[in-house]
């Protein structure tokens, strides 16, 4: 199983940026989906996620995106989006998606990571 993100960048203070993650491979079924933030010297926070069992669509945000970011999932696509508006310059960090999924009926649920994606706040 691969993830891959896409959409990070740099953004001027207010601006908006869209992340993609995309899984691929041998998937049986995705649970729940999320975004954690690792900015340098920190550790990685959780952002988002949205889960539940057969594709559920609950959602959960730290409190400091809450209102401005917004989590989606596309389970026919097998990806996850952040939509982050209002960005600020203590949102900038390596932001990495996170899928908790099964790759076969009969086994646990297994939790797979991207490579992340800088996102980068500044004027």
């Known amino acids: 199983v691969n993830l891959v993100e896409s959409g990070g960048g740099l953004v001027q203070p207010g601006g908006s940026l869209r992340l993609s993650c995309a899984a691929s491979?041998?998937?049986?079924?995705?649970?729940?989906m999320g975004w954690y933030r690792q900015a340098p010297g920190k550790e990685r926070d959780l952002v988002a996620s949205v889960g539940g069992t057969g594709g559920g669509t609950r959602t959960s945000y730290a409190d400091s995106v809450k209102g401005r970011f917004a989590i989606s999932r596309d389970n026919a696509k097998n990806t996850v989006y952040l939509q982050m508006n209002s960005l600020k310059p203590e949102d900038t960090a390596v932001y990495y998606c996170?899928?908790?999924?099964?790759?076969?009926?009969?086994?646990?649920?297994?939790?797979?990571w991207g490579q992340g994606t800088q996102v980068t706040v500044s004027s």
């Open positions: 491979g041998m998937i049986f079924n995705i649970n729940s």
């Open positions: 996170t899928m908790r999924l099964k790759i076969r009926f009969n086994l646990a649920y297994d939790d797979y």
